[in-house]
């Protein structure tokens, strides 16, 4: 066993195991049961997702629930191994259990027709996390490489304002800057940035301002480190992923940064292969200096206090 935590805010694949026929058993991608079964606990956001543009209008409502089908199907068969958690208290009954925790979110608001009565739904199924917006724009906002100058609107407000009240956060990865702005300012709570980089050091719009990173951390959220090739630098290697921890750091982020992984959704940074090599990047934090209780809340404190 290794013994380091782990809780990570995004992986793709489930929408892998969908199309793919994987099994989370043991899948050829970037994680699976198995692999997660090896960290001290374990606990993994598993994101509900389709690309918009692959789809005929009115088809994603029916392919999130397809993929909600298939999350079932697989902790039913892997119910020794893993655990459906929706709160603070099922991810530590999942830990005491020996079982890898199973978190529901969903990447884009228009598979679910970007519509606050179908958020009623999934907050029954236990999602805690729904992206406002993919890569497009849809009709909650702007996002950030599609109508990147378009904030939140009238429907997105009262989109992020019922998922708030369900408990389940709005995710700003992948929203638009102007709409990043306008959930700040809404005051809603923990504001979340699944998977998102420092902007400041690789200029992609997918990444965060320092100024964005501010907010997240004085509204007490959490941004997960990506570990995407294109947001880390390209051609990135370690030291260039861990640049990025150092500047959030150097930002107050101590209880703010996470893992936000962005598995079987990406080409890995640092040519790793999956969860497998992320020992790798803890022990390079340790011989820099950063103590056991920090990286205790880098690798599983802080999403599991937002989470709570």
């Not at 709409?179 to 809404?186: C, K, P, S, T, V």
């Not at 959704?265 to 390079?284: F, I, K, M, S, Y």
Request: net charge negative; aromatic share 8%.
């Amino acid at each position: 066993m290794l013994p380091i935590p782990y809780f990570d805010g995004h992986c793709d694949t489930i929408s892998e195991c969908t199309h793919q026929g994987w099994s989370l058993a043991k899948a050829p991608g970037h994680l699976d049961f198995a692999r997660l079964g090896q960290f001290q606990k374990a606990a993994q956001v598993f994101a509900l997702f389709a690309n918009a543009k692959k789809y005929p209008a009115g088809a994603l409502w029916a392919e999130c629930q397809k993929e909600h089908d298939v999350f079932l199907a697989e902790l039913s068969k892997n119910a020794g191994a893993a655990a459906h958690c929706r709160n603070g208290a099922e991810l530590d009954a999942a830990h005491a259990a020996g079982k890898v925790a199973a978190v529901l979110s969903i990447e884009g608001a228009e598979l679910i027709d970007c519509d606050p009565e179908k958020l009623q739904t999934v907050a029954g199924w236990g999602v805690r996390l729904v992206t406002v917006t993919w890569n497009y724009k849809n009709a909650l906002s702007g996002a950030n490489v599609d109508a990147t100058d378009e904030g939140l609107t009238d429907k997105g407000r009262e989109f992020c304002r019922e998922a708030a009240r369900l408990g389940i956060l709005p995710d700003v990865s992948h929203l638009s800057d102007p709409g990043f702005w306008d959930l700040a300012e809404m005051g809603l709570g923990p504001l979340v940035a699944t998977h998102s980089d420092s902007r400041a050091l690789c200029g992609h719009p997918r990444n965060l301002t320092d100024d964005m990173f501010k907010a997240i951390r004085d509204s007490g959220g959490v941004a997960g480190i990506n570990l995407c090739d294109e947001f880390v630098g390209g051609a990135a290697s370690l030291d260039d992923l861990i640049r990025h921890i150092d500047h959030f750091m150097d930002l107050g982020g101590e209880k703010t940064v996470s893992l936000g992984g962005d598995w079987d959704g990406c080409t890995l940074a640092c040519r790793w292969r999956g969860v497998e090599d992320l020992p790798t990047l803890w022990q390079a934090l340790e011989k820099r200096g950063y103590d056991r209780p920090l990286l205790e809340d880098i690798f599983w404190g802080n999403w599991r206090r937002v989470l709570a």
